[in-house]
Each structure stands twice: as structure tokens, then as C-alpha cells.
């Protein structure tokens, strides 16, 4: 029997005239089914009865973040990465390098929008005062392009891509070597404009938790549920969700469900707190997922025409993911939706390709592989890699019905505090018998300075932060749909669900 939190997934399909049905998934293929997954090389052989991410991972269904990361220093960043070294650096000559002229420019397009008043980064980087006094330590860690924080290697072009060049870092270095020099204040370029508050615009609608949320200091993560009516009595399209964590501290991650039965209600009757608490899902199958947040990620919105579906008179469940640091915290997030403006002509769809996790205690290289086939013509435009602490890499690529692969995503220096969604600037064409692949690396040995445990352990599937995942999920359209025109495909995990079947009664 499948376990409730794998058939997390529902898919909403808009028929002619934009009338609803729902109609519930399950969101990944047996074991065996279309997607597959293997352990790699340097991996102990596998449990048979370790327990596979199909029973886990609706939990942790993320796939709805519309989200591309935007640059910021971390206070706890990693110094060593596998990029570091320069190959394309002219030294400027000695002393002529300034903050206003030459540094300031770079600062201000790559840092500021997170190195600002009132933002996530522990400190501001919009002023030469700000700058000269970190010189050295700004210096240190774009040469070793721990900042900005963007993971992805060079490969395709991303949407907001936030890696500096050669010759920017070298200039940087150089200016700090040199004394950090200000400059001529004429030289000084604007400061950018950032939106205040929500970086879309101000939401069509905004729902909060209804009280505050009090995290205790010590015990298990906790997994808490909040339900907010919409009251909506007309169906709408949903162009982005933006999600603002009420306490960057204690929050892991936000999962923002839909519920058109009454359930969550129900649930959060008999809870006497705020919300109710489940162990990892909701609590039953929701109607789909709207959005999500987790550390390293922003909201944008979809392209005109492309869309997410919320139905008349749901419920919006608000799931947060908190981690106890010791102390008790309080908590109140809140949530913007945008709705479409232009006619909607293809539903936004999220697929979660994951792979099987059991990593053996001691596994300093611990590889495991999943691939799924592409069923139809898609067009995919994001790609967002999660793992927890034990992640070292993940690369995720394509290969073409003629052979040929394409890159999507590589991250070579895993970082869990930096999970994010890389958007294609030219979405990527994926034909009929394509081939979605992904490979992640693990390591469970001790010299990993994050690992949970020590001594190591045997790692499974589970939605503990000291527990594993793998999965990369996946944001597509398909090409043959086209709402306009009454023209409507069923969902992909329909088409898996079939073919696992098929291919059983084969084997049998």
C-alpha cells in the first residue's frame, strides 16, 4: 500500500472555460516503475528493506518554489571550494584601484541586495565605511567564491546568475591588498532600487499565520500546520508566492498547501495550540502545492501565461519546518500571492525526481543515481537539487532521444544553508524519450565537519535534518497543452503510474 505522504501531489486540471476538476496523484512510480534509482560504486550494498524516499518525500515536496537565489554573505560560510583559483586576472596598475570608481559597482549589482538594511545578511555592504572595514574578508571569500553564494558550476545560463568573473574578483583582491583606497565620490554609482519588503511588488493578497507560534528550546524538529480560508468563491491562477519566514532562526523550510476538503480544518480543531502537528505531512492528501521557502531562495514570478491553479473555496495550509537552537523563539510567517494577469495557457508542473537514500556509516563517497523517462515534449525551466548535511554534490543533466546530453544543474560543493532553484535563461526542450538523470555524492565519515553524528552512522531517508534526501525538482510545461484553446494533458506522474504498471504485468 503507498504511504500517504507519497501521493502529496494533485494535479488541478483547468478544462475549456476554466471550470475545475482535481484530481489526486501520486506523485512518484513504484519502485521498479518508471523512475529508477541505483546506489553507486562506492556505496555498501544496499538494504533491502532500508526505506525508499516514495514513503518520505511528500513532506518535503519543495517543487513548488518559484525561486532563484540572490547573492548574500553567510556568517557560517564554507572557505573551500573547488573554484578558487584565477586564470584571468590583469593586475590594474599599483594604487589606482578605488571603492567608488572600481569596487563599488561590483558590490552594489552582486551584494547589495541582500547587504542591506532590513535583509537577511548580518551586515551592510552599501557604503565605502562598510566595505573598507571587511576589505580583507571580502577579499578572502569571493576568491574562494564562497559570495556570492551561487553553487551551481558554469554551465547553461541562469536567470539573476550571480557569479563574479575573474577579472572582478582579481580587482577586489588587489583594492584590499592596496589599503582599500575610497576615491573620488563623484565616482560613486546609485545605489540600486530594491523593492522594500516584498521583492514582487506588493501581493494581490497576503495570509499570515493567524497568532504567533511559540518554538520550544529543546526537543525534535516540529513539523506545525496553520490554516488560513481563502474565501475565495471564484477560481484563480497564481503567478508567484512569496513567502516571508517570520524567524529566519528556527525556520528549516515552508511548504504552502492547498485543502478544498474541510481536512486541515478538522485537524486544527482538535490540536489545542496554534495549527495542529504532524510528523512530516500534513496530515492527508492536500490538493495540491502552491509554494514553498527554504534558506537561499527568493520568489519570482512565472512567465505571462504560465500559471499555478487555486480553486475556489481553499484553504491555505501553511506548513513550517522548525529547528530548535536552545532557546525558546516565537514565529509568524506570512505569505503574498500574486495572482496572473494575462490569460493562462499552461499550468506550471513540479516533478520530484528523487533517489534512494541509505548511506553507510564511515562512507566518505557514498554515490547514488536516479533517472526518470520524459514522457511527452516538455519545456524545462528550473531545476532546484536538495540535500541535507551529508550532500557533497549533485549534477543533474538530460540526455536527448538521439544520445546526446545536455547539463542542467552541477553543484560540486554541496551547502545545505544555500538551497537553490537555477532558472533556465532559455528554457530547455526536452522531446518525448528524453531522459532526466541525476547523480548525488555523500559523505559519512568523519572528517566531514558537518556531519550530525559522531561517530557516524547509518543514514535513511527521513524528514530529520540529521536525516538524508535526494531530489531535484523539476519545473516544466508541456508543449501540447494549451488551456486558451481548450486543450488540456493529464499529469506526468499519471503517465509513470501507467507505464509501472505495464511494465510489472510485463514482468510478470
Sequence with gaps: MTHPLASAFTNIHARPGLRWQAERDTAFPSRGAA?????????????????????????????????????????????????????????????????????????????????????????????YADAAKRAKTIASVVEKRVMPPWKAAPGPAYVDECRLTDDQIGLIKQWAAEGAKEGNAADLPPLPKFPDGWRNGEPDMIVSMPESYTVPAEGRDIYQNFVIPTGFTDDRWLSAVEIHPGNRRVVHHVLVHLDTSGKARELDAKDPGPGYRTGGGIGFHSAGQIGGWAPGNVARRQPDGIATPLPKNSDIVIQVHYNLNGKPETDRTQIGLYFAKAPVDKRARFFPLAGRVNIPAGDADHVVTSSMPVPADVTLRSVMPHMHLLGRAMKISATLPDGKEIPLVHVPDWDFNWQMSYAFQEPVKLPRGSKVTLEARYDNSDKNPRNPNSPPKLVRWGEQTTDEMCLAYLNFTVDSESLTQGKVVPSISDYLRQLGEKRKKAAN
Design 35 to 127: 523512475a529508477s534509482s541505483t546506489v553507486g560504486p562506492r556505496s555498501a550494498s544496499r538494504d533491502a528493506k532500508a526505506p525508499s524516499p516514495l514513503r518520505f518525500a511528500g513532506a518535503l515536496q519543495i517543487a513548488a518554489l518559484l525561486l532563484v537565489a540572490t547573492p548574500a554573505l553567510a556568517a557560517n560560510a564554507k572557505l573551500e571550494t573547488p573554484n578558487s583559483k584565477l586564470i584571468s586576472y590583469s593586475p590594474r596598475p599599483a594604487n589606482t584601484l578605488t571603492f567608488t570608481k572600481d569596487v563599488a559597482p561590483i558590490l552594489f549589482a552582486n551584494c547589495a541586495a541582500c547587504h542591506r538594511a532590513g535583509e537577511v545578511a548580518p551586515f551592510n555592504l552599501t557604503s
